[in-house]
């Protein structure tokens, strides 16, 4: 739609155009028209006081065909404008759309794993336009989404991101799997009680997290008798060294995260 406002604003512009030339070509070679031809020069001893005097003629004393050219002229411009307005408006939006656009690609490479709600709380956009942007992200490529449990994640889009580095920076936005997750891949081998005793929280708490990261394959185990140790996956780890690259280097056993776990 946009495209033919931009077509029929060229359209105009191109007859005035044309307009505007016939009516020049008429002027210099059409039959009945005003010929100019040098003023008489001043006679010898003549003094410019002795020159006849010019008079002015003003837009009305001009003859007809000049007077309805001059209104067909400027009608079509502003016609042309018009016809323009459309698509300037137009392109002043997309420059918005863009804009919001950007904000939210940023702030999804900036923090894999977002959700929907995280986006329009964090960057002050409307549900609905959030929406709009992410699917067309989506449909140029630029992110994806996964569903973990009652959430839908979106990440970017990268040859370099694997299936599991995605699933393992969802975790990560979750303060109790990201303690634990931390806690594992500093002393493999840990068990629920050490897990339990170090957080705080009760074994059916540290069972319900542990059961949906060895279903997700970020974590294994080995059973010794009724407990089960803990080692994370060579994948999971390079992707928490990706992801969080100074807590990993920097904490000792269990991790000095600094957070207070919870369901």
Not at 160 to 172: G, I, R, W
């Amino acid at each position: 739609m946009r495209n033919r406002f931009i077509l029929l604003g060229l359209a105009i512009t191109g007859i005035t155009i044309a307009i505007i030339a016939t009516l020049t070509l008429n002027i210099h070679t059409g039959t009945g028209g005003y010929v100019v031809t040098p003023g008489t020069p001043l006679s010898s001893g003549a003094s410019p006081a002795d020159a006849p005097a010019i008079s002015s003629v003003t837009y009305w004393n001009l003859p007809l065909w000049v007077k309805v050219a001059s209104a067909v002229d400027t009608l079509l411009i502003l016609a042309g404008t018009v016809a323009a307005l459309p698509a300037i408006i137009g392109r002043i939006q997309d420059l918005m759309d863009n804009s919001n656009r950007l904000a939210i690609f940023n702030y999804i490479v900036s923090n894999p794993g977002c959700t929907l709600a995280e986006i329009t709380a964090r960057q002050n956009i409307k549900s609905g336009t959030a929406k709009y942007h992410i699917l067309m992200l989506e449909v140029e490529g630029k992110i994806s989404r996964r569903r973990m449990g009652k959430f839908t994640r979106l990440y970017r889009n990268t040859m370099s991101t694997t299936n599991l580095e995605k699933v393992v920076a969802s975790y990560l936005r979750n303060e109790t799997s990201k303690a634990l997750l931390q806690a594992i891949a500093d002393r493999p081998g840990t068990t629920n009680r050490e897990l339990s005793d170090r957080f705080g929280l009760d074994k059916s708490s540290i069972h319900w997290h542990t059961v949906r990261l060895l279903n997700d394959r970020v974590i294994s185990f080995s059973q010794d008798g009724k407990y089960k140790h803990y080692f994370i996956s060579e994948e999971a780890r390079d992707a928490m060294v990706k992801l969080m690259p100074a807590e990993m280097s920097s904490n000792g056993p269990y991790g000095d995260t600094g957070i207070t776990a919870h369901t």
